[in-house]
Nanobody, 124 residues
Framework: VQLQASGGGLVQAGGSLRLSCAAS????????MGWFRQAPGKEREFVAA????????YYADSVKGRFTISRDNAKNTVSLQMNNLKPEDTAAYYC??????????????????WGQGTQVTVSS
């Protein structure tokens, strides 16, 4: 199983970035997908999640209205469009896959597979 995240970088406050995660080795349409982030010295935290079909999305309060998660089951990819970025959004961002149909997708424990992080740095 491989989850390959990309799209991170350095951006000024107020700018935008689009993260992508390409999945292989899993039946993508059978997995809910999530994005988490971890800043230095802090715990990994939930950012956004999308259901298997893409019909349901979930966001942390801190990113609601600024970030949009989406998926393409034909291409086995999940994306995170990040607008109006703030310095506090600076972190390594991780994509993850969950095969559970009952777990709370806001919880790290719901996810079985994790990708490597992609760094997002927002300058003030």
């Amino acid at each position: 199983v491989q989850l390959q995240a990309s799209g991170g970088g350095l951006v000024q406050a107020g700018g935008s970035l689009r993260l992508s995660c390409a999945a292989s080795g899993i039946t993508f349409r059978n997995h809910a997908m999530g994005w988490f982030r971890q800043a230095p010295g802090k715990e990994r935290e939930f950012v956004a999640a999308v259901s298997r079909s893409g019909s349901n999305t979930y966001y942390a309060d801190s990113v609601k209205g600024r970030f949009t998660i989406s998926r393409d089951n034909a291409k086995n990819t999940v994306s995170l469009q990040m607008n109006n970025l703030k310095p506090e959004d600076t972190a390594a961002y991780y994509c993850a896959a969950s095969s559970s149909i009952i777990s709370n997708l806001r919880n790290l424990s719901a996810y079985r597979y994790w990708g490597q992080g992609t760094q997002v740095t927002v300058s003030s």
